[in-house]
């Protein structure tokens, strides 16, 4: 069976599928911020994030999107060579849906009408979706595919104090309801690891992510990064961190419990080394992809592209 190298459904196969080619992420920074920093929720934004706004490998911010993605497009370029691909604008830093829609139309319209750009990716919080970007954004979709990328974390609402989110489960299921309710494609950011949650009660996250149902799902191990507070939190009082058997075992078992229609966008992120405290196996992208894919199959937990 071809699995594209993976032995799951993941983003890659689901590109193949739909597109025929390789399809690469171009990240783009808009130029928000937040209301966990700008004072409207808090001033120093989740408790993980760090001054990047988790777009620590976005494209330096130029003067127009076009730029920035023909900038990023010629560092891709010269790995690959002359190849037939295409690029997801993805929006990456911050909160790309906290400006006046005048602004957002702007920079959206420009990336999706970017001839080698064939889908748009929005990542933003779902307080941050009022009902005339959600229009803009199904208007959009009707040009080329746009994703919105939510950023949830967790079902649990201690865990979501104790890492600021700012806002409450319900908010999330209205703007999931809204998204897909305008015909959008919907990927939820999850974060295993966070202090005090079980495994059980990351287990739950995913489960309801998978109920309903999401579209595509971001498993995102927590990273503890210099400059942040949970860093400051860490150096002061240390908390446990996930070890990488105990990580690839969690993940397999969340993957076994979503829909296969769900597309695996993510399975651990990265983490800037030059930030990163703990957990410092993670920084080795290769080891944790390649054990893996070992896991998978001594487990037999086999879900994939050809199914």
């Known amino acids: 069976m071809d699995w594209n190298g993976k032995p799951y459904h993941s983003l890659d196969c689901y590109l193949r599928e739909t597109f025929g080619k390789k399809v690469y992420k171009l990240a783009l920074d808009g130029g928000m911020t937040c209301p966990n920093r700008d004072g409207t929720l808090g001033t120093g934004g989740c408790i993980f994030c760090s001054e990047g706004g988790s777009g620590d490998f976005a494209a330096p911010r130029l003067d127009t999107v076009s730029r920035q993605i023909e900038e990023a497009r010629k560092r891709l370029d010269a790995k690959l060579g002359n190849r037939d691909v295409s690029y997801i604008a993805y929006f990456q830093s911050y909160t790309n849906t906290y400006a006046p829609l005048p602004r957002l139309e702007q920079l959206f319209s420009q990336a999706i009408r970017h001839p080698e750009v064939s889908v748009l990716s929005v990542a933003t919080r779902p307080d941050c ?88 799902i971001k498993l995102q191990l927590l990273h503890v ?83």
């Open 129 to 216: 979706l009022p009902p005339e970007t959600v229009e803009l954004l199904a208007r959009l979709n009707r040009e080329k595919p746009v994703w919105v990328e939510l950023g949830l974390q967790t079902i649990h609402e201690a865990s979501a104090r104790f890492i600021r989110r700012g806002y409450e489960y319900p908010v999330f299921l209205d703007a999931f309801r809204r998204l897909k309710e305008a015909g959008l494609t919907v990927i939820v950011h999850v974060i295993l690891g966070i202090p005090g949650e079980t495994r059980e009660m990351m287990l739950e996250t995913v489960r309801a992510v998978g109920d309903l149902p999401a579209d595509g």
């Open 225 to 307: 990064l210099e400059g942040t507070d949970l860093g400051r939190l860490y150096r002061s009082h240390p908390f446990p961190v996930m070890e990488l058997e105990e990580y690839l075992d969690l993940v397999i078992d969340a993957i076994s419990i979503l829909p296969p229609e769900v597309v695996i966008h993510r399975i651990s992120g990265d983490g800037p080394k030059r930030l990163l405290i703990a957990p410092l196996w993670s920084a080795n992208k290769r080891l944790v992809l390649n054990s893996m894919t070992r896991r998978f199959k001594e487990r037999g937990a086999f879900q994939g592209c050809a199914r």
